[in-house]
């Protein structure tokens, strides 16, 4: 095969598509730039000879590649990645790596001397003896999430314009924006999409598919304090910021946090601290499997806050608390032949199927409540958000073959 793939991922990925966590709520996308590849995409779309393809004043691209199939009962299949990085590490100036022939050898990189990839951390690449590596100079992430996402489906597409012989059905592609930063499917038209199911292509390693995700909330802590002159504060002032940090470490040290969680186990996490004496704020983000076990979250944080607040008067707090997303099993457990249709095209391709659950959330986590029951297949990525991040060309070969084998299971299942 003609891949494609990898010349597509070197070219992505040093467009910087930084989404921006800290952007008003009425910026969408977060930033302008992301829209730059979005661009790009909707002219290599056009140049294949997919017609529709476009991109909408949000940022989104739709494309459709029509069914060369004689069956007319086909489910409509949409293929999805986001076009943003992650503002956790800096996506500007990204200068790809090519390490060639690789043998097993940690891989220093250049412009950072504590940056080194090695076997130990990602045992994975033991499987990549003689491929292809790819990783960034040490100094950016390498936008591999979700840019190999973006080039498989891409490629795969270039596939099946160019060989008949695969026959699929009516096939949607959606590139989104934003996804990084928890805004990715505010703005998607599911009516205009039109799919019945979809996948979005931001997994790990060849094999995996994830049908499950966290239920997420966020909550936001507001405290108001009591002021008062410092040089005559005893018995008057009730520090709003001293509060906040009282009520962060009242919080369990040894568990229900990220740092001593795993597998299926949730936790309440302060993302950020903002204050002075007489008003503080400190936001949360509160993640579990199922819902009631995020309830138990949710309550021992106003029981926590309740607590703290006896020893504080003449202070208040509030606490508001936001759904965000939810685990999109409940959505796939109805509907299991979507996830029947993934391990098949795992399997042909020549992989283990790995089931596997998120700790974290994709846009398929929304998409699947929106009305699209849509899992998350593996890319290849390694080392997400960090400059430490890699993918093979291997693996992306791997992802592009799952879509290809993907929907031809679905025409085949077809009546």
């Keep these: 095969m003609n891949y494609t793939v990898k010349e597509r991922f070197l070219r992505y990925v040093q467009i910087d598509t930084q989404s921006d966590p800290n952007a008003s709520a009425d910026i969408f996308p977060t930033t302008e730039k992301q829209k730059n590849l979005s661009k790009i995409l909707v002219e290599e779309l056009l140049d294949m000879g997919i017609e529709d393809a476009h991109m909408d004043e949000y940022g989104y691209v739709y494309a459709t590649i029509p069914s060369n199939s004689d069956k007319s009962n086909i489910p409509v299949v949409c293929f999805c990645s986001h076009v943003d990085t992650a503002p956790d590490c800096s996506g500007t100036d990204v200068k790809p790596l090519v390490h060639t022939n690789y043998q097993g050898q ?43 996402g973006v080039a498989e489906i891409m490629d795969a597409a270039y596939q099946l314009v160019n060989n008949q012989n695969i026959k699929h059905g009516n096939i949607r592609i959606l590139f989104t924006p934003d996804e990084e930063v928890g805004r990715g499917v505010d703005f998607v038209d599911i009516k205009k999409l039109g799919a019945d199911f979809g996948f979005t292509l931001d997994g790990g390693v060849p094999g995996s598919v994830e049908d499950e995700t966290f239920s997420a909330d966020g909550a936001v802590v507001t405290i108001t304090g009591r002021s008062a002159h410092p040089g005559y504060a005893k018995g008057k002032m009730e520090n709003a910021m001293k509060i906040a940090s009282e009520i962060i470490s009242s919080l369990p040290k040894d568990k229900l946090s990220p740092e001593t969680t795993s597998g299926k186990q949730g936790f309440i996490h302060p993302m950020a601290l903002e204050g002075v004496l007489e008003r503080a704020t400190i936001k949360f983000i509160l993640r579990d499997f199922t819902n009631p076990l995020l309830e138990e979250k949710r309550q021992l944080l106003r029981d926590t806050v309740d607590q703290v607040m006896k020893s504080y008067p003449n202070s208040k707090a509030e606490v508001e608390i936001k759904e965000q997303y939810r685990n999109m099993k409940e959505v796939l457990d109805t509907k299991p032949f979507i996830m029947e249709y993934a391990e098949e095209a795992i399997r042909r391709t020549g992989l283990e199927v790995k089931k596997t659950s998120i700790r974290g959330g994709t846009d398929g986590s929304r998409l699947s409540f929106m009305g699209l029951p849509c899992p998350n297949l593996f890319t290849g990525m390694q080392g997400i958000h960090s400059v430490r991040e890699w993918i093979s060309v291997k693996d992306m070969h791997l992802a592009v073959d799952t879509i290809l084998n993907l929907v031809a299971v679905i025409e085949e299942k077809a009546s």
Excluded: C, V
């Design 106 to 148: 940690d891989i220093p990189l250049p412009l950072n001397a504590e940056a080194t990839i090695k076997p130990s951390d990602f045992p994975h690449l033991n499987n990549q003896i003689g491929e292809e590596i790819i990783t960034t100079s040490g100094d950016t992430l390498l936008g591999a999430d979700d840019k190999s």
